[in-house]
């Protein structure tokens, strides 16, 4: 199965750049999502990529895939304090297939 | 975009009584669901693959006995948690697949608490 590795803490300071990394063991996997969670809600999807890809752009979001070093990392440009919440990288070989997520990132947004 | 619709948001039981969840894909025709659990600050962990019109497929350690999963339908799917204890206290989140883009989209979640 897949592991799949956050660190749990990541404080920026409003306007700085944020770059939530996460690595993963299984190379199988087809979609590669970055799900955002904030406090007592579900899950809201960012953005994702497919494993043929190597980055994707989404206005603010940047998504990067390194899969020689099974890496996989999120960038916020211009952080603002909306954007804390907790972050997950996910995987799956895609279709109706099960999800495996990693342990999520905290961001912390500071004025 | 698609949406899913998870019903009610948060719910708070008696022990031993039971708690229905709703799940509903709005704009599209799921044939396969997912519930996941989530205890505070940790990661989700998958329970069950709903699928429509057959039994569902838990994970291992899920009790089926005590996660009824029902999918009657491809727009509706349904968890309920019998004779609910403390310690069922948690997260649900459900999750769908669009099949035009493969997209994996989840619903608001529904705070337990059992009393």
């Known amino acids: 199965g897949e592991d799949v590795e956050q660190s749990l803490f990541l404080s920026v300071r409003e306007g700085d750049s944020s770059v939530i990394n996460c690595t993963y063991t299984?190379?199988?996997?087809?979609?590669l999502y970055w799900y955002k969670q904030e406090p007592g809600a579900g899950l809201q999807l960012l953005t994702y990529?497919?494993?043929?890809?190597d980055m994707k752009q989404d206005q603010r979001l940047t998504v990067l895939l390194n899969k020689k070093d099974k890496h996989l990392s999120l960038r916020i440009a211009d952080t603002q304090t909306g954007d804390s919440a907790i972050y997950f990288c996910?995987?799956?070989?895609?279709?109706?297939?099960?999800?495996?997520f990693g342990t999520g990132t905290k961001l912390q947004v500071i004025p | 975009g698609a949406v899913v619709s998870q019903h009610p948001s948060w719910v708070i039981c008696k022990s031993g009584t039971s708690v229905k969840i709703e799940c509903r894909s709005l704009?599209?025709?799921?044939?396969?669901m997912f519930w996941y659990r989530q205890f505070p600050k940790q990661s989700l962990m998958l329970m069950a693959t709903?699928?429509?019109?057959?039994?569902?497929?838990?994970e291992q350690g899920v009790e089926k006995d005590k996660f009824l999963i029902n999918h009657a339908s491809l727009t509706l799917s349904t968890l309920t948690v019998t004779s609910a204890h403390p310690e069922d206290s948690s997260f649900y989140i459900c999750?769908?697949?669009?099949?035009?883009?493969?997209?994996?989209?989840f619903g608001s979640g529904t705070q337990l608490s059992v009393l």
């Open positions: 299984d190379s199988s996997s087809t979609y």
């Open positions: 990529i497919f494993s043929n890809m």
């Open positions: 999750s769908a697949t669009d099949p035009t883009g493969g997209e994996l989209f």
């Open positions: 996910a995987f799956s070989p895609g279709g109706y297939q099960k999800v495996t």
């Open positions: 709903s699928n429509e019109g057959s039994k569902a497929t838990y």
């Open positions: 704009d599209f025709q799921a044939t396969t």
